[in-house]
């Protein structure tokens, strides 16, 4: 089956624009993750939806980082008055609770770029 | 909090040569242990993982990982490696009462002919 996808896999904005990256996870699963990745780091968590609801936002590094995912599969993340150290790839990954609980599958990720 | 140490950035080897890739990590509570792989212009893949059971684990293409719960360690190997196997390796866990992943920094495995 198709797996987790991102789009656009490549955005290019102006500081202090918004933005808004998305994720389509694998049908079916329940849970979704978003992470930041910066050049030459390991990923870093962002957020985790069960559901429709966030289960766990502790890692949004502040108030202009936001994410929803309504209908409990699309998920959107939402940055406002992007700066240039918003710069990262943006992962997303979903996973199925219940069997297999614990293996998060990735997208391709979102390059953001920020000038 | 959990934090995870991959020691080595870049490891650089002669194909069909052994490898391992280390991997340290610390928690408070017990953890699940995993290693992707990112292969250039891709992105993370699942290699193998540890839950619970028998603390060695293995993948589809010859790598291992034992979990070592004295030591806090992970280590990656495999005992001949292939030019295919050049990709960035990261390692993650996650305690068993939170699924947010941490992980380590990544080493850049590249094998030379």
């Known amino acids: 089956g198709a797996g987790v996808s991102q789009t656009p896999s490549n955005k290019v904005t102006e500081k202090g624009k918004y933005v808004e990256l998305r994720c389509d996870p694998i049908?079916?699963?329940?849970?979704l993750y978003w992470y930041r990745q910066s050049l030459g780091q390991g990923p870093e968590f962002l957020i985790y939806?069960?559901?429709?609801?966030?289960?766990?936002d502790s890692g949004l590094p502040n108030d202009r980082f936001f994410a929803v995912r309504p209908e409990g599969s699309v998920s959107t993340l939402k940055i406002q008055r992007t700066e240039r150290g918003d710069s990262a790839m943006y992962l997303c990954?979903?996973?199925?609770?219940?069997?297999?609980?614990?293996?998060?599958?990735f997208g391709p990720g979102t390059r953001l770029t920020v000038l | 909090a959990q934090s995870v140490t991959q020691l080595d950035s870049q490891v650089p080897v002669f194909e069909e040569a052994p490898v391992e890739l280390r991997c340290n990590y610390s928690s408070s509570v017990s953890v699940y242990l995993f290693w992707y792989v990112q292969y250039p212009n891709q992105g993370l893949q699942l290699l193998l993982k540890y839950l619970s059971g028998s603390t060695l684990v293995e993948s589809i293409n010859g790598f291992e990982a034992e979990f070592n719960k004295s030591q806090t360690s992970f280590h990656l190997r495999k005992p001949s490696v292939h030019i295919s196997d050049t990709a960035e390796y990261f390692c993650?866990?996650?305690?068993?009462?939170?699924?947010?992943?941490?992980f380590g920094s990544g080493t850049r495995l590249q094998v030379q002919p």
């Open positions: 993650a866990v996650h305690n068993t009462g939170r699924r947010a992943l941490t």
């Open positions: 049908s079916g699963h329940t849970a």
């Open positions: 990954a979903s996973s199925l609770i219940g069997t297999d609980t614990d293996t998060q599958y």
């Open positions: 939806f069960q559901g429709t609801g966030a289960a766990d």
